[in-house]
């Protein structure tokens, strides 16, 4: 159930369409469903607006495909990530359709009556490099899934910067930049130079043996002196995806102080 769903169940009970007895039954769907190796929450579509996600690493793929039959049941769209081929290809045979699989992101992505864009404006994803893209894809996938408008901006790396200066304009129209990179991770430090919009730097796995497999990365992007950039895990392309949505879902507000109006008359501390 989500909260689209939600809001016309009690529209109906409002309108007397609907009886409450009824209506409780309906609500059974927001129960969490335990199946013995997992414990579905059936609610998190109603409290973040978005079912539950498949992490599939570390999963058999019978109890993919038996989460993402509870989940389907009761959702239009499920995400699945860090899904194997092999995976893949077991869940996808039992999906006869509205089944995607990206293999260089590894997601599994049903949405059998589309995706509607529902998002203030637009997520750019920016890589850094060819060795980026399966940590960007994972993300484009993810924004894509959760209603974003979504452009991609690949092979862009500080090796040859003129080639993300190149797409200045693309970037000062997004809403939401996320800036995946490996190696040194210089890369988000000069996108969220060059802009306003918030950058949300994820750091890959990706580099030779000082790169410690992405740490380097990591504290680079975490050291930044670069305003508005917010770092998240190591090959971490979900999460920045979700944290782009959160912010792209969200009323845009107006940044402009200059035309704030004025609520206290100096900085001295209020209580």
């Known amino acids: 159930m989500n909260r689209e769903r939600l809001t016309n169940i009690l529209e109906l009970v409002r ?11 309906l609500f059974q769907e927001l ?15 109603i409290r ?35 899904v194997d081929p092999a995976k893949a290809a077991y869940v996808m045979e039992r999906v006869q359709c509205g089944m995607e699989y990206n293999s260089l992101g590894r997601t599994l992505l049903y949405a059998p009556k589309g995706i509607g864009v529902c998002g203030q404006g637009l997520v750019l994803i920016v890589a850094a490099g ?14 894509l899934a959760l ?11 500080i090796a040859g910067i003129h080639r993300v200066l190149a797409h200045i304009d693309l970037i000062n129209s997004s ?15 000069v ?24 740490i380097a990365a990591l504290l680079g992007m975490l050291n930044s002196c670069a305003p508005g950039v917010v770092v998240v895990n190591i090959d971490n ?8 949505s959160v912010i792209n879902l969200a009323p845009k507000g107006n940044y402009d102080v200059s035309k704030a109006p004025i609520v206290q008359s100096s900085f001295e501390q209020t209580t």
């Open 237 to 244: 392309g979900f999460g920045a995806a979700y944290a782009a």
């Open 130 to 143: 060819t060795s980026d893209l399966p940590v960007a894809e994972e993300a484009r996938v993810t924004a």
């Open 147 to 157: 209603g974003n408008q979504v452009k991609t901006l690949y092979d862009v790396g």
């Open 191 to 214: 996108v969220g130079g060059l802009t306003d919009r918030p950058v949300i730097a994820v750091p890959t796995s990706v580099g030779y043996g000082a790169s410690f497999g992405g």
């Open 48 to 82: 973040l607006g978005f079912p539950e996600v498949i992490f599939g690493e570390g999963k058999t793929p019978e109890q993919i495909l038996e989460i993402f039959q509870k989940l389907s049941d009761r959702n239009n769209t499920v995400l699945m990530t860090r």
């Open 15 to 25: 309108n007397k369409e609907l009886s409450v007895d009824k209506a409780s039954v």
């Open 31 to 45: 129960e969490t469903e335990d199946i013995g190796f997992a414990s579905i929450d059936h609610h998190r579509a």
């Open 175 to 189: 809403s939401v930049i996320i800036v995946v990179a490996g190696m040194e991770g210089a890369l988000p430090s």
